[in-house]
């Protein structure tokens, strides 16, 4: 224990002395040193003045509760919360014991120490740390200076609006290397799936609980007082301590480098030396999990889960090893840590977290199953595997400066993970799937006036958060995959080398990159400025739609650029510094050319031309789809592409097929097209056997699907789909007679299930009937099994839809004895399905009670009753009525949960009842919406366009619909 007499005469002599046993510096008692009585009183005074001016609260214990930030609205916003910049952490000594014994776990909690040590860069009389929901105990508080020696503490308080604990000493720290500050702390461990946190299992029928992390972005001062910002690196030295009964282990971000038993019979594991990193990207777990080994160039590889589900890794660690080897090749730097510890948690706030060395993953995302698990789980395992690989050099060993630069891990990590599970799985053409999987999807949401450019300056941890969404994500990817293609693979990829080997171990901004990327483009002769370029792409939101207008006689195209909205007479509000005109980069080919043999330039203003072959019938631009624009043509370059499609498709690129089927429905949406184009469009549907072009249909007719489902000449549109659909339904139907699919390629298995899912979503009878057929004779064969396992998700769905009360409580059983996450959450998903009120009412309750439903699935649960006719309503009442728990649960700590809940009940919203609901929840809550403002502005905005949609589209689209 540290000296509990905090209260020193300046000038006293103190002794230190390092522990073995954690590293920690602790003040020794100089038991000869008398302190006058008036000293006492003086101490005395200054905890009482402190107690009135600050609001902090010593218990007898002499302990401070450094309480939770308060929610939005309880203090300014816009609040600069960033740290003062004089106190540099060199080294961190953190030391945690988490007590998860006993039954109830309530009574969970943890206590640790820290020793920090710092570099002084002015001279300070207070030291100012992040701290929430901890109990530091005051007395502990020791500062030491290698200049001063001991310095004495006066007070302690917290700032709870900032997260701040500020220690303030007797005198000045002045300029210096390596002072020290050392801290006790204790704090309860919730299932809050936040900092660290206790998550459960069951085997033979004890429950199990166990203690992982999730620190990021700013939630390391969750569990120590810490410098907990990103640009703050500094070396670790982690001691986990476990209970003595050789059945639990722990993991950290290195390796274990000693052990030893405590005093009181606790086993401490005391884990090597991290390199400079984050606070965010430390973990922990203490547990009895089991782990499967492998190696990467002779480094350690595992993969780690609960006993009874860690066989299901055995597919993560085939490919674990070899993607991290894509990325050594790639980026041309080795592996930086000794590691790397793949682990499953059965309770993850996020798909997976890119902790260094030791990457943390919700079950679903990591566990493979092949006799439960689709071909579209196995691609998810891959993809996020990938994904947080890719970021164990862009973003843990190069880490950008602050949040508002958090693209550039998110946005590289999230395009790395297709070249890269492309590289190992060639046959699953990820490069075309980009389009379907993020390209396609982001560009919905960022054709909204309330969307937000790329880098956008954050100042609190709500605000951080927020930045956590499909902008940062898919537009942050797309924008790196346009800038590999303007610059050339080979550009590209010695730029971020450069970029990576100059700025390892440090931290970084956007210039940074573009910088480098610029250097290596001027060295090769091409002389691109890609700060030039991508200023306008990353600086202001949106992007343009590019009208693409051809002269046949002299081959010259005019080309002209607007800032595209769904909303085209919208009043732009967020001022733009290059009033919304990008440099674009284009492409173009004509029915004269061919798709590999195209046409490359630039557009620098917002009017332009570019030449290309003479007497083409058509032209297409943007080849590939490889920039981040929408085309528009002129109405008889419209005709002749919908002419050639129809006619003979496969002469136009199946990746262009795509993008001219989602430009047309949404330039249709914007009125930039009359939107009988895009209908137009997919007649030729009915002999396209491709995957991309039906993927990108059935997500842009599903938003015509949703506006006209409560119109009473429906069937038209539900008649219509079923006749486009026959012809590959029939071809690719439910796989081979005996329900297998497994020797198909998988680009064609995940045709089927598109295929097979649009069937039966506009009620074809073949389809349901199917469906229903082989949900009863698995009800009847039970526990046996043969509906093919990549369509099961639709059978169990349409099947418990069909079966009424006893299909739903069958499913539910199934999903309360599934050991497999991916499996679990296809069951959650089907019991939505239901068409009985009462029963999806029962769902929705359910969904709080979290001894059944996992905290992390909520979000599942009620966005999947929500995209069910019966249960918008239902779906949306909930989240209005119990907004305070859901708030209490998601609103500021979840990345992306809560704005994923508000968008996904009100995506289907296109009514002025529904317009003046929303207006009016959002109003009552200013101030209480958390992470989900932003979510909530773009549903309003949403509602509007679906209402005018539908005033200006419905009936001719109807009308249509009745003449084919």
Not at 95 to 120: C, M
Not at 136 to 141: A, G, H, N, Q
Not at 165 to 186: C, K
Not at 760 to 780: G, L, P, R
């Amino acid at each position: 224990m540290a000296d509990e007499k905090r209260c020193r005469d300046s000038d006293e002599e103190t002794d230190w002395e390092l522990s073995k046993k954690d590293g920690n510096w602790r003040p020794t008692r100089n038991r000869d040193a008398m302190r006058p009585v008036v000293v006492w009183i003086l101490c005395i005074c200054l905890v009482i003045g402190m107690v009135v001016y600050f609001g902090v609260y010593f218990d007898q214990s002499s302990t401070t509760r450094v309480g939770p930030a308060s929610v939005a609205g309880d203090s300014d916003s816009s609040a600069d919360i960033r740290l003062p910049p004089y106190l540099v952490p060199d080294s961190y000594f953190v030391r945690l014991r988490p007590n998860l014994t006993g039954s109830d776990p309530a009574t969970f909690r943890f206590n640790g120490t820290v020793r920090i040590r710092f570099n002084v860069t002015q001279s300070t009389g207070v030291l100012t740390l992040h701290a929430k929901n901890l109990t530091v105990d005051f007395r502990s508080i020791a500062v030491f200076s290698p200049i001063d020696g001991a310095i004495e503490v006066l007070n302690v308080s917290s700032d709870p609006g900032k997260e701040f604990l500020h220690v303030q000493l007797s005198g000045q720290l002045r300029t210096q290397d390596l002072a020290s500050i050392y801290l006790e702390f204790s704090g309860p461990i919730r299932s809050d799936l936040a900092g660290i946190y206790y998550s459960s299992y069951e085997m033979d029928g004890v429950t199990k609980y166990l203690l992982t992390s999730h620190l990021h972005p700013t939630e390391a001062r969750k569990v120590f007082p810490c410098f907990d910002e990103p640009q703050l690196k500094s070396k670790f030295n982690v001691t986990l301590e476990k209970i003595n009964d050789g059945k639990v282990n722990t993991l950290s971000n290195t390796v274990i480098d000693s052990q030893e038993e405590t005093s009181d019979g606790w086993i401490a594991d005391h884990y090597a030396q991290s390199p400079p990193m984050s606070t965010y990207l430390l973990a922990f777990v203490v547990s009895e999990f089991s782990c499967l080994n492998s190696t990467s160039r002779n480094k350690p590889v595992l993969v780690c889960a609960r006993p009874n589900a860690v066989q299901q890794g055995q597919f993560a660690l085939s490919i674990a090893g070899p993607l991290q080897e894509f990325y050594e090749d790639y980026y041309n730097i080795s592996y930086p840590l000794p590691k790397t510890a793949h682990t499953a948690v059965p309770d993850f706030p996020a798909g997976a977290m890119e902790n260094w060395g030791l990457i943390l993953y919700r079950e679903s995302s990591l566990l493979y199953d092949a006799l439960t698990s689709s071909a579209s789980n196995k691609q998810r395992v891959a993809t996020v595997v990938a994904h947080e690989l890719a970021h164990m050099w862009f973003g843990d060993l190069v880490t950008p400066s602050w949040w508002d630069d958090i693209w550039l891990n998110e946005g590289f990590a999230s395009y790395m993970e297709y070249p890269s599970v492309e590289k190992i799985f060639p046959d699953w053409e990820m490069e075309k799937q980009f389009l379907t999987e993020a390209l396609h999807l982001v560009m919905k949401d960022d054709s909204l006036v309330t969307s937000h450019p790329i880098y956008q300056p954050v100042h609190n941890p709500v605000e951080i958060n927020e930045l956590f969404d499909s902008i940062s994500y898919e537009k942050g990817a797309s924008v790196i995959r346009m800038t590999k293609y303007f610059l050339g693979e080979e550009v590209f990829r010695a730029g971020v080398t450069n970029y990576l080997k100059e700025k390892s171990y440090g931290v970084s901004n956007h210039t940074d990159l573009f910088n480098a990327l610029t250097k290596e483009s001027q060295r090769v002769g091409e002389g691109v400025d890609v700060n030039a370029v991508l200023s306008t792409w990353i600086l202001q939101m949106g992007y343009p739609v590019v009208h693409f207008s051809y002269d046949p006689g002299s081959g010259r195209i005019a080309l002209r650029q607007k800032h595209f909205l769904l909303n085209a007479d919208a009043n732009v509000t967020s001022a733009s510094p290059y009033n919304y005109t990008w440099i674009v980069p284009i492409s173009v080919t004509t029915s004269r050319d061919s798709f590999q043999n195209f046409t490359k330039g630039w557009l620098n203003s917002t009017a332009g031309e570019i030449g290309t072959t003479k007497g083409a019938r058509w032209i297409i631009g943007n080849v590939f789809q490889c920039y981040y624009y929408r085309v528009n043509y002129d109405d008889d370059m419209w005709f002749a592409l919908t002419s050639q499609l129809i006619e003979n498709h496969t002469i136009v690129a199946e990746m262009n097929r795509a993008q001219i089927i989602d430009d047309s429905f949404n330039l249709g949406r914007s009125g930039d097209v009359d939107q009988l184009l895009a209908m137009n469009i997919t007649l030729y549907l009915v002999r396209e056997f491709e995957y991309t072009p039906w993927a990108t249909a059935a997500v842009d007719l599903d938003y015509i699907n949703r506006m006209l489902m409560f119109s009473s000449n429906y069937s038209l549109l539900q008649d219509y789909v079923q006749q486009q659909v026959s012809p590959v339904y029939s071809e690719v139907g439910w796989g081979s007679d005996n329900g297998s699919s497994t020797d198909d390629s998988h680009l064609r298995i995940l045709l089927r299930v598109v295929v097979v899912d649009v069937a039966c979503a506009y009620e074809s009878k073949d389809c349901i009937d199917t469906a229903s057929a082989q949900f009863s004779e698995w009800q009847s064969t039970y526990p046996l099994n043969l509906i093919d396992v990549n369509l099961r998700e639709v059978v169990y769905c349409y099947g418990t839809m069909a079966g009424g009360v006893s299909a739903w409580n069958f499913t539910f059983e199934r999903y309360l004895e599934s050991n497999v996450a991916s499996e679990q959450t296809t069951f959650l998903e089907a019991l939505a399905c239901t068409n009985d009120v009462t029963t999806l009412q029962r769902y929705l309750d359910m969904a709080f009670q979290e001894t059944l439903i996992r905290r992390q699935d909520f979000a599942t649960v009620i966005v999947s009753v929500a995209e069910n006719r019966y249960g918008k309503t239902m779906a949306w009442n909930m989240l209005r009525n119990e907004w305070d728990t859901i708030y209490e649960r998601f609103g500021t700590t979840s990345l992306y949960t809560l704005s994923n809940i508000v968008t996904g009940v009100t995506k289907s919203f296109s009514t002025e009842t529904e317009l003046r609901e929303l207006e009016e929840f959002v109003s009552s809550n200013e101030g209480q919406l958390g992470s989900s403002e932003r979510a909530f502005q773009q549903a309003i905005e949403s509602t509007e366009l679906n209402i005018e949609w539908r005033k200006k589209n419905e009936d001719r689209v109807f009308d249509w619909l009745h003449e084919h």
